[in-house]
């Protein structure tokens, strides 16, 4: 075999290596510190135009997301300020301290009068009762829904 040869195919192994070692360093950074985000800008309403409305709640409907099970019991959501985010990343609106919890491992959100359950992307998955969802998922009152350790439910 001739330099050159060798020396191209060291050079492609040590550039596939690099780009592993560097994607693992990406994967564990978003791990840790959470997906960026796009900043999003509020804007104020212009004139003439009516500041939008929090949607209107039927009698019955659930009002907050409760931690019912698992190691932060008691911490609690209002799903006026839907979609709610649950996970162990600084921006989830329920942060779970638990190692089975993804960052950004799930979302809460309304449709209509309809509440979902939405699993974004996690590892572990979030579980509707016993079942695994990969769709969103309606949810109705006092439904439990299990992420990693933790369970929570839609409360009035």
């Given amino acids: 075999m001739s330099e050159l040869t060798l020396f191209l195919i060291r050079f492609a192994y040590l550039a596939i290596l690099w780009i592993f070692v560097l994607s693992a360093i990406s994967v564990i950074r978003t791990d840790m510190f959470g997906a960026r985000l796009p900043a999003q800008q509020s804007r104020p309403a212009?004139?003439?135009q009516k500041p939008a409305k929090p949607p209107t709640r039927r009698r019955g409907s659930p009002t907050h997301v409760l931690v019912v099970d698992g190691?932060?019991?008691?911490?609690?959501?209002d799903l006026a300020?839907?979609?709610v985010l649950i996970g162990r990343g600084s921006d989830a609106a329920i942060r779970l301290d638990d190692d089975y919890v993804?960052?950004?491992h799930a979302r809460i959100a309304a449709s209509g009068e309809q509440w979902f359950v939405e699993d974004l992307g996690s590892t572990n998955g979030t579980y509707v009762g016993q079942a695994r969802i990969s769709q969103p998922t309606t949810l109705a009152l006092g439904t439990q829904v299990r992420i990693g350790k933790t369970v929570l439910e839609l409360r009035k």
């Fill in 71 to 77: 190691p932060n019991v008691g911490e609690r959501a």
């Fill in 46 to 48: 212009s004139r003439g």
């Fill in 81 to 83: 300020q839907a979609p």
């Fill in 102 to 104: 993804s960052t950004r």
